[in-house]
């Protein structure tokens, strides 16, 4: 690795293979405990329905299958709390 470069090389064993739009990722806090987890649509090979995959750091926490193919996704606060939840 380069000394010199702002990117870090991480090798993941086994590989997370995500297939992915960038509108269908987000960063969010899911539990309103401060700490944003990485969620993401993975519509895999696209022979099945898709998937809502939850991590936290480089592992996957949660997996909610969807019965149709979003065109996006996005957080939405609907309290009005200092702590929100989505």
């Known amino acids: 690795m380069n000394r ?3 990117w870090i090389d991480v090798e993941i064993n086994p590989p997370i293979n995500l297939q992915t739009y960038n509108c269908c990722m987000a960063l969010s806090d899911v539990h309103g405990d401060n700490d944003n987890k990485f969620v993401v649509v ?7 329905n898709p998937q809502l995959k939850i991590f936290k750091g480089l592992k996957q926490t949660h997996v ?3 019965n149709e193919k979003p065109s996006a ?12 939840i989505p």
């Open 4 to 6: 010199s470069s702002t």
């Open 42 to 48: 993975d519509f895999g090979s696209g022979t099945s």
């Open 64 to 66: 909610i299958y969807l």
């Open 73 to 84: 996704i996005t957080t939405v606060y609907t309290d009005n709390s200092d702590q929100h």
